[in-house]
Structures are given as C-alpha cells and as structure tokens.
C-alpha cells in the first residue's frame, strides 16, 4: 500500500520537474569544474531519470500482472492493461529490483560527488544543488 504510492508520487513528481525543467531553466555549471565532470553530471542525471521511469513502469507491471488495478493509497485504482506470463512477470520483478538497486547507487555516487565539491573543492555546486 505505502509503497506503491510512494512510488507513484515519486513518478509524478519526477514528471513533474521534467515540465518545470524547461519552464524554469536550469542552473548554470560552475566554470571551474573540468567538462568531464559536467558531462558525468549530465549521464548521471539522465542515468537516474531513466531509471526511475523503468522503476515505475515494471512496479506498475509487477501489481497489475495478474489483470489486477494499481491502488493508490485507497484514493484511486490505475486500471490494469494486460495480464502477464509467470515468465514475464518474473523477468519485471527483477528488472525493477536492479533498477532500484541502480537509483541507489547513482544517487549515492552523486550524493558523494556533491559532498566532494562542497568540502574539497570548496565550489558552489552543493549549494547550487540545493538552491541556496
């Protein structure tokens, strides 16, 4: 129950900063870091966006595998579009369980590269980061 809302909050919230990207704009990289980490800031960033859209479509295939709709903390139901093979449906558990699995570590990764900037290089990037 909990933690397919979670999950589909964090999906429309993930949606949502995709429309408020363009809308807003985005910050502008710190001159001083070297093009290879900015160009490992954008692979990791979009490494994590895929990943979570592959989280929530296998974590909806996952519920729905046997015709059944998604519960939305009892709020509302995500009807069901198919029914998958035992096959299928095992094949989506475990590329939900990697993608999972994968979102934390990139995000421990960036977490860290972050962490980096702001202690070691002692740049604006974590503030940055953070809107401050």
């Keep these: 129950w909990g933690h397919k809302g979670l999950g589909f909050i964090v999906f429309l919230l993930v949606v949502l900063r995709w429309i408020w990207r363009p ?10 870091s070297p093009v290879w980490q900015q160009l490992a800031a954008k692979v990791v960033h ?3 966006n895929l990943a979570i859209v592959l ?7 996952i519920v ?10 009892d709020w509302f139901s995500i009807p069901a579009i198919s029914k998958l093979s035992v096959e299928t449906s095992d094949l989506v558990s475990k590329l939900h369980l990697w993608s999972g699995y994968f979102i934390i570590s990139l995000a421990s990764f960036h ?8 202690f070691i290089n002692k740049d ?3 503030r940055r980061m953070l809107n401050l």
């Design 23 to 32: 809308i807003a704009g985005k910050p502008k990289a710190i001159s001083s």
């Design 64 to 73: 729905t595998a046997k015709g059944e709709s998604l519960g939305i903390f």
């Design 55 to 61: 989280l929530a479509i296998t974590g909806y295939l």
């Design 111 to 118: 977490a860290l590269a972050a962490l980096k900037h702001h």
């Design 124 to 126: 604006a990037t974590l």
């Design 46 to 48: 979009q490494l994590m």
